[in-house]
Each structure stands twice: as structure tokens, then as C-alpha cells.
């Protein structure tokens, strides 16, 4: 199947610092690129479509100062969470999908993120 | 507005024995696609199946097959000859055809018994 790398894989950081975290496609390229955030024992939710080449779409409730998303390339999306606190100390996972209307989106390994 | 539910917070299996995981969806759209992922303690989402909505035959993946049944919206996944590494949380999730998002139900934890 096709591959999604997340780099990091984890990352601990200080209160008001900001936060990079990469989503590749390895072996296809993808026009679109999804974004979740996971608390401990919760299901995904979706916080943005990252479409390459235009602005991402947020979900609701999710703001798009604190958690920017860049797709530069077919191959890259990047979600950078800005002055970053403690409550935003979750799991966030990218997918990616090869083609529209194919079956499945592939996903990435997940980045932990802890801010102390 | 689409909605997805788990009923089942965790389960217990014997190994080598079946399983049903329970999935009840809502959705006005006629066009979807529903799906089973697995997430292991690692946190990787390991997709398991796709059931479309026009589908006529239940889909089926080794020892995965998905239980469709469109009138009463349900997709539960049937897990054959458990084995101690499906121990897991499993998600749920559908996604309407004409549209981007993807949305997940809140998880089964499936725990296999030696």
C-alpha cells in the first residue's frame, strides 16, 4: 500500500514555542491531505484539508492562526502549531489520498506532541 | 449531518475465536464509503476494509469482512480466528463520495484472550 511519513515522531516542548510537523507522501503524490488531532482514548477528528497549491479548509472550531497548514508540494504538507501550550499536547496524524474517489486515504504514523 | 457510532467501548475475545465489531451509521447521502481501521498502542491507523454504499456483496480481506446491511445502516466488522496481535482499537468510519471528509466513530478496544 502506499506510504505517509510524519516527522517527528515525537517532540517535547516549551510553553510558547511553535511547532513544525512534516506529512510525506513517500510513493504517490497527493493532491489532498487531511490533518487530525487525537486526545488519549478519543476517536480522530479532523481539524483541516490541506489541498497543494491553496488554502487549507478548517473545521470548525479549529483556528487557522494557531495551527497552519501549508501544502506546498504534491508530496508535503506541513502543519506548524504556533505559541504552543499545554492543552495543545496531543496526538496529531496526516493522511493523504492518491486520487480522488479512491478508496482510502493512507495514513501517517502519527507525531505525539507534549508541551510542558 | 453524518454521524457514526460504536456502541461497544471495549470487547473480549478468545484467541481463535470470532468477532464482531458493532457500527451504526447515519447519512442522508445515497453515494459513501465505509470503513474499518485498526490502531494499535503504536498509534498508527492500519486500514482494514472498504464497503461502498452500492456495493452488493459484503467486502471481505483475509480474515476481515465487513457485515453490510444498508437498510438497517450498519457495517460491523467480523474478525475470524482472533489472534493475540488484533488486540487493537478499532475504528469505524464513512466518508460521503461526493465530499472530502472522513469521519470516525469513537473506537472499539479489542482485547485477545491466550
Known amino acids: 500500500g502506499a506510504v505517509v511519513s510524519q516527522h517527528p515522531s515525537r517532540v517535547i516542548c516549551k510553553s510558547g514555542t511553535s511547532v513544525k510537523i512534516e506529512c510525506r507522501s513517500l510513493?504517490?503524490?497527493?493532491?489532498?491531505m487531511f490533518w487530525y488531532r487525537q486526545f488519549p482514548k478519543q476517536s480522530l477528528m479532523l481539524m483541516a484539508t490541506?489541498?497543494?497549491?491553496?488554502?487549507?479548509?478548517?473545521e470548525q472550531g479549529v483556528e487557522k492562526d494557531k495551527f497552519l497548514i501549508n501544502h506546498a508540494s504534491l508530496t508535503l504538507s506541513t502543519l506548524t502549531v504556533t505559541s504552543a501550550h499545554p492543552e495543545d499536547s496531543s496526538f496529531y496524524i496526516c493522511?493523504?489520498?492518491?486520487?480522488?474517489?479512491?478508496?482510502?486515504?493512507?495514513f501517517g504514523p502519527g507525531t505525539r506532541l507534549l508541551v510542558l | 449531518a453524518q454521524k457514526i457510532t460504536q456502541t461497544q467501548p471495549g470487547m473480549f475475545v478468545q484467541e481463535k475465536e470470532a468477532v464482531t465489531l458493532d457500527c451504526t451509521y447515519d447519512?442522508?447521502?445515497?453515494?459513501?464509503?465505509l470503513f474499518w481501521y485498526k490502531q494499535p498502542s503504536s498509534g498508527e491507523m492500519i486500514f482494514l476494509i472498504y464497503?461502498?454504499?452500492?456495493?452488493?456483496q459484503n467486502a471481505t480481506e483475509g480474515r476481515y469482512s465487513l457485515n453490510f446491511q444498508k437498510a438497517r445502516k450498519s457495517a460491523n466488522l467480523v474478525i475470524s480466528a482472533s489472534q493475540l496481535g488484533d488486540s487493537a482499537m478499532y475504528f469505524c468510519?464513512?466518508?460521503?463520495?461526493?465530499?472530502?471528509?472522513?469521519?470516525f466513530g469513537a473506537g472499539t478496544r479489542l482485547f485477545v484472550k491466550a
Open positions: 493522511s493523504a489520498e492518491p486520487d480522488r474517489g479512491k478508496e482510502t486515504q493512507y
Open positions: 510513493d504517490f503524490q497527493a493532491t489532498t
Open positions: 490541506s489541498n497543494e497549491g491553496s488554502k487549507a479548509t478548517y
Open positions: 447519512t442522508s447521502d445515497q453515494s459513501y464509503g
Open positions: 464497503q461502498g454504499s452500492y456495493d452488493e
Open positions: 468510519a464513512m466518508r460521503e463520495l461526493d465530499g472530502f471528509k472522513t469521519i
